[in-house]
């Protein structure tokens, strides 16, 4: 079994129902198990401004499948949750990433973990810490913590926590 730590968005429609979706399907997965799930944090979106607020959290996970077989299965859950790919970081009713694989570095076609640009995002960064602060990310030498804590205050004052899914629900 191998440790992924994914990372989930949603910025359309029911985003709370979409990222319960995501996780219900994660838990359905054969090669799925142990699945723990972060806060949900309200975040400004990344690159295209023009767009409603996300919903992000990170789920942690153990697995049977190779990172580039479990990336297929997550691209088939955003598929059901209704994902179009319009336009780079653009609006989407789902949007699930591995983050960290085990403490490997995977650099395929489609896929690169620890997913780049991860340090410079506190949408991603503050989830993550919940379920992991003193892991230590291949190739940056640091722990999510200490990450987290070297970006910029304008970053993380972008980043407010929700908290699980139920009580963000009624946010």
């Keep these: 079994m191998k440790e992924a730590y994914i990372a989930l968005g949603s910025n359309i429609g029911d985003k709370a129902a979409h990222l319960r979706a995501a996780i219900a399907r994660l838990r359905a997965l054969p090669s799925v198990h142990d ?3 972060s806060s949900i944090y ?4 990344v690159g295209y401004l023009d767009q409603d607020l996300f919903y992000n959290m990170v789920v942690a996970v153990r697995t049977t499948d190779e990172a580039d077989v479990l990336l297929g299965r997550l691209q088939e859950i955003e598929q059901l949750e209704g994902r179009e790919r319009l336009f780079k ?11 960290l694989y085990e403490e490997e570095r995977i650099d395929l076609e489609g896929l690169t973990v620890p997913h780049p640009r991860m340090q410079e995002r506190a949408f991603v960064l503050a989830p993550l810490r919940e379920l992991a602060a003193t892991f230590v990310v291949p190739g940056l030498g640091q722990s999510v913590e200490r990450l987290y804590q070297q970006l910029p205050e304008t970053e993380r004052n972008g980043v407010r926590r929700l908290g699980g899914l139920l009580e963000a629900e009624e946010q």
């Design 42 to 45: 309200e975040t400004v979106p």
């Design 89 to 99: 970081n653009g609006p989407r009713t789902l949007d699930l990433d591995i983050l």
């Design 35 to 37: 699945v723990k799930t």
